[in-house]
């Protein structure tokens, strides 16, 4: 993927770190999704399992709020809780209604495995530790759909909608402050020596951790399971 | 006060039996703004230890949006945290500007011992219990300044822009819209015998205790301890 | 299996409205140990990630202590968590050390996808509810290993001394009074008519979700994974 | 005080930072046990709302086992929730039976503010934060009776019982292994330059609050409020 991608420090390190990073972003899920190979159920079982998803992730995000440390923190995980919960989820229904999936199907998706371990393990993290740890546990699957997103700008296909969406520039901008707010809330508590410390492994490992949940989920995605 | 208020059939029920909501809502402190007698430094003093309040408050509603159950009890939440980080506090900081408090001062506030005592109490209450524990715990700031606009509205003199914030149409309809949703939470939780069961004493004890809290915050204000 | 078995009222309507109670008690896993067909290098795999699940199950028993809200309660979840990490968790070590596996190849095991839904999923459900979600979450594991031991009891074989650490006297009791515990924390919560609301489908959901994760739980152990 | 005590490096640290220690450790109510002018009816409101305290500290240390990273701090906060629970609480009812308060009469206390500002406090930043916010929101309570203890302990008179309790060995040898235990924790989660980075300050003003509200606290006694 191109360099040129700008979503912070914090961030490229933990990649670097994370031995799973390319099985997620280059998955066969992802490949199907780029040369349109995926079969279109596979695609709606997906998309019925990320509202299940986002559902966590929002969650999520609003625990990323109640651990906030300075207003800038709170307005930047509150604007995402909103952006979520008013536009993305709403969309998503939209989106999943178009692909013939109405709302009460929604409604009643069951959980796969795949999505419970992953935002169980997300949300845990953020109950027993601090923003930090929402952070590392969140940061694969924003900046890992941001990548995935740009390296498949302009393949077109059956999925170009989905791919846009990520790849677009309002999600790249998303992305980059997000970046910007890890930076930002590292420096606020562990300071400028940050790498040096223990914490900096244990932050490598939640992300990491993340990284092979989100493998499974697209593997989840293949297998239908 | 008017009986014509209308936030919801919980909080009426909680209210009837919470021992100190009288008061709460016609404290000395609440007389004081209602004829203006009110000290300046008083007011101040209650303005800077409220500002360090909506930092905790605004935390306990993104804990109510981790907490929820349904979309739209997520999407309440986090509407009400978008607006209480992105326009009550900002809204905040400009009175308190205006009233010759800085945004310095604010963020160096001592937090009062009755501010934490009711802050922490409400948050414990969010992250032990439920989002009933939650609701219980916040109604009484919530409804209780609603009440108190209401029946202060009209009054004039120094403190006529506090009582009409909320006195106005719009806090009064966040105050029903709060009200339903209360209602709509507790009918989905504990169906439509509720106060036959045990949780309906442990949310009047909740919602009493923050009453009582109520009480001390205001005292606070009056003594500018 | 045995009728005779008294794991208390909840736990009986649970285990009856879940859907893969049988799958669990009677998995392939199960029934390799019952006649010693399961392979060794199955038991140990099974072995070394019991011991991880072991340190998030006593977590979870510790969460319950702290949202206990009885001195009975506390007392109880206290005395499950000393005996967890006490004994339970240093007797581990030692049949594990006996199998071959050292300390330092235990704290280095790498946690199963299995096995962190399983515990996030309990510990989440904890953090996120109350005390009863914790232990309508932890009912499966705790009886389930009960009932299996008390149906495997007299085997012999291979699995023996696994097989008689449930189905002995001290563990059944303890599945005896987890049972009693139960019934007592419903009653003191939801009161005596609590199969009539909301609440008892969302603990039989609770219960019915963590008996999944056992069912994959034993497929771990059977595919290695 | 005798600078012979030895309870870890941390504490020693948190200790020297926070502005109120002296108010706490040498406060009117604590002289007053140590000269034995401290009317009775005064220990007894303060046995009364101690107890409901021990309740709330208990759950803080099984909260702490919850948030526990390796078996030995696991191992050390179950033990603590265990000997509180079976050892301490039964002995604080047995001291009040003594005293001339039943049992009931316990139960029935009704938490002051100063109580519930404490420990709601300790809880929250527990639940928010990570295994170290406890321990410096913990630390005051523990080693401040310590500190008491050993230097009122030769002091006889009506409240000797009370203050050998904190002045003899075993008390003394608790806030020893606490000390070590908050040693250890911090170098595993911060390593060995923790007091320069912005953890630190944070630390420091945990321990500092904690310690202000244990001022509260003995005020509260001395009030009876």
């Not at 670097?16 to 199907?32: I, L, M, N, Q, R």
């Not at 959980?111 to 694969?140: I, K, W």
């Not at 170009?160 to 809330?185: F, K, R």
Request: proline share 3%; net charge negative.
């Amino acid at each position: 993927m191109s360099t040129a991608l700008n979503y912070g420090q914090a961030f490229a390190l933990w990649r670097g770190a994370a031995p799973d990073w390319s099985a997620y972003t280059e998955h066969a899920f992802v490949e199907g999704l780029k040369d349109g190979s995926l079969p279109r159920e596979n695609f709606l079982h997906y998309l019925r399992q990320d509202y299940v998803f986002l559902i966590h992730f929002s969650r999520a995000w609003a625990l990323a709020a109640a651990k906030s440390e300075t207003l800038a923190e709170m307005q930047a995980a509150a604007a995402t809780v909103h952006a979520l919960t008013h536009h993305e989820m709403p969309l998503h229904v939209k989106i999943c209604a178009n692909a013939g999936i109405n709302a009460e199907e929604l409604e009643t998706t069951i959980e796969s495995t795949a999505n419970l371990a992953y935002t169980r393990y997300v949300l845990e993290a953020g109950y027993s530790g601090d923003f930090l740890d929402l952070m590392a546990a969140l940061a694969p699957c924003v900046m890992g759909y941001g990548e995935i997103g740009a390296e498949l700008s302009g393949s077109g296909g059956p999925y170009n909608d989905w791919i846009e969406t990520y790849g677009g520039d309002e999600y790249q901008e998303l992305c980059e402050s997000v970046g910007a707010l890890i930076d930002q809330a590292i420096l606020h508590r562990l300071g400028t020596d940050w790498t040096k410390g223990p914490r900096f492994n244990q932050l490598n490992k939640r992300f990491a951790t993340a990284t092979r949940l989100e493998v499974d989920f697209w593997q989840m995605g293949l297998d239908r399971s």
